[in-house]
């Protein structure tokens, strides 16, 4: 019996290769695959830029005033303002940059095992889009589908995303304004952004309207008009997004308190019967919000051993 063995340059490449370097979806990966964000960045460039003026704004053109006003309470000023619009800054770029829980695509032979189990064969392709199997979830019948993208069968709540090309677990929706899906895994940086996004947004809104009460009283309003510029373009955009930022919010976290996602509401998927639900409110949020960050299960920047490799390879 003769046997074929890989050359040795052949495992020395394959040594070499990660997991997001065949990675079959549409994502963009940093950082060796530490760092996965959407496709299309423009949304998450948009809202960077928009953060990004306000706060220098604020910093070059208010926060002097301020400082000058207010000398008892101008180092808190600096401090609080600072530390607001820095966490800001993390927790977008941790909701954006994390896994938010891709599922890895089955290799050929899962597949293979797969179409024999549900004989999807003698399946039409078009049928396929249709296929359910049935699970049951305290007591209570949900329907799990057939992705025909990945050619799997999603686990319970999670589905696919068309614009990242990817089964996500738990999805929520894909977030326009991050760039990327929001789903298990970083749903919860999601919200932590949200939060510090609208309390920057309050900060700066008030901030910047008592720089101009502080004008007004020192001179007259048509003196006070054109240095106060810097301060009307904030309080008009800080306002506006605020309002936007606080209803998201809101809406969060009144679907996350019921134990749907966004996608599971809009869908009217548990309308009658939620398995996921606690009943509780409070526990409802605890499991979202408070409970350990599970690990990544796709793994973008773990080595793909040869054994691996040669299973995978037909699905890039």
């Given amino acids: 019996m003769t046997r074929t063995y890989l050359q040795t340059s052949q495992y020395e490449q394959l040594s070499n290769i990660r997991r997001w370097q065949i990675h079959a979806g549409s ?31 604020w910093l ?24 607001l619009i820095l966490y800001t800054y993390i927790y977008f770029f941790r909701s954006m940059c994390t896994d938010p829980g891709i599922i890895q695509r089955p290799s050929s032979i899962e597949r293979t095992i797969l179409r024999r189990k549900l004989n999807l064969d003698k399946i039409k392709s078009n049928d396929l889009n249709n296929l359910m199997y049935d699970i049951k979830i305290n007591n209570i019948l ?9 050619q799997m069968i999603r686990p319970p709540r999670s589905s696919h995303c068309a614009i990242c090309s990817n089964c996500i677990s738990i999805l929520d929706h894909h ?18 952004f949200l939060i510090f996004l609208l309390q920057t947004q309050l900060f700066l809104f008030a901030t910047s309207l008592i720089k101009i009460l502080i004008y007004i009283n020192d001179r007259l309003f048509s003196q006070s008009i054109i240095p106060s510029i810097p301060s009307y ?44 639900n606690t009943n509780s409110w409070f526990i409802n949020l605890a499991r979202k919000l408070c409970t350990s960050l599970p690990p990544s ?15 995978i390879k037909d699905n890039v």
């Fill in 297 to 311: 299960a796709y793994g973008a920047h773990r080595l793909v051993n040869q054994t691996e490799y040669r299973l």
């Fill in 27 to 57: 994502n963009h990966f940093c950082f060796n695959g530490h760092c996965i964000t959407g496709r299309n960045l423009s949304g998450a460039i948009i809202v960077i830029c928009l953060i990004s003026l306000t706060s220098i704004i």
């Fill in 175 to 192: 977030c326009p304004f991050l760039s990327t899906c929001i789903g298990m895994r970083n749903y919860r940086f999601f919200i932590l």
């Fill in 142 to 150: 949900i329907k799990c589908k057939y992705c025909v993208t990945c």
């Fill in 233 to 276: 373009f904030i309080l008009i955009i800080t306002a506006c997004s605020a309002l936007y930022t606080c209803n998201l919010l809101g809406y969060q976290c009144m679907i996350s308190s019921r134990g749907l996602t966004t996608r599971e509401d809009d869908k009217g998927i548990y309308m009658n019967e939620n398995p996921f």
């Fill in 60 to 83: 070059v053109f208010e926060l002097p005033i301020l400082m000058k006003e207010f000398n008892n309470s101008s180092l808190w000023i600096l401090i609080i303002g600072f530390l």
